[in-house]
């Protein structure tokens, strides 16, 4: 079956930028809506950015500007670049696949932490 695997997670400075990584393993990424959500306690998932096949991007508001999400589907990655990092911006980070080809369903990550100091 298939797993995300992520990377890039950290604590940095408000202000200052991260790079998550996200590889598909045993499965192919081409094809396959991708992105992120993140999750802080006490609180819902809430999408932060999706990329479809040919590379169409959507973003929360909140990110807008701050964050780009790309896909390399030679390496079955994708990427989040944030930069101008907020202490509001601090939670988990999940990576998500909807697969449409099999196997079909919905993937997710194990998270990976992100920490914005003050």
């Known amino acids: 079956q298939v797993q995300l695997v992520e990377s890039g997670g950290g604590l940095v400075q408000a202000g200052g930028s991260l790079r998550l990584s996200c590889a598909t393993v045993?499965?192919?990424?081409?094809?396959?809506?991708m992105g992120w959500y993140r999750q802080t306690p006490g609180h819902q998932r809430e999408l932060v950015a999706s990329?479809?096949?040919?590379?169409?991007?959507e973003y929360r508001d909140a990110v807008k500007g701050r964050f780009t999400i790309s896909r390399d589907d030679g390496k079955n990655t994708v990427f989040l670049q944030m930069n101008n990092l907020k202490p509001e911006d601090t939670a988990v980070y999940y990576c998500?696949?909807?697969?449409?080809?099999?196997?079909?369903?919905?993937?997710w990550g194990q998270g990976t932490q992100v920490t914005i100091s003050s």
């Open positions: 998500y696949q909807n697969r449409m080809t099999p196997p079909v369903g919905l993937h």
């Open positions: 045993g499965g192919s990424s081409r094809l396959e809506v």
């Open positions: 990329v479809l096949a040919d590379g169409t991007a």
